[in-house]
């Protein structure tokens, strides 16, 4: 395997842990942001206030984007396993 093939294999792997975390840690973020200006305005130092939101935000994302993660996972997995048994 040459340098230029195992950078090709890096920059998918990154691609593909940006293309499934950075969704929901967007969403995530909109949501922790939204709960600060909340907590901002009516002056709620609560900290369930914000953490139980991002939880709940996290985990229904996750459940909703699970098949598009699953079908790009199953496919870089394949793309690996081409290469290994190419090489």
């Known amino acids: ?4 093939e195992v950078l090709d294999i890096g920059r998918d792997a990154i691609i ?5 975390g950075g969704p929901i840690m967007l969403l995530s973020l ?13 002056q709620i130092q609560e900290h ?7 939880l709940l935000v996290t985990l229904l994302a996750t459940l909703f ?13 394949v793309r690996i396993m081409d290469r290994i048994a190419s090489g």
Do not use: E, I, R, Y
Request: aromatic letters at 10%; a positive charge.
């Open 16 to 20: 593909l842990s940006l293309k499934l």
């Open 48 to 54: 369930t206030l914000s953490f139980v939101p991002k």
């Open 1 to 4: 395997m040459t340098a230029g």
């Open 65 to 77: 984007m699970m098949p598009f993660m699953l079908g790009a996972l199953s496919s870089f997995t």
């Open 30 to 42: 909109v949501v922790g942001l939204a709960v600060s200006l909340f907590q901002a305005l009516t």
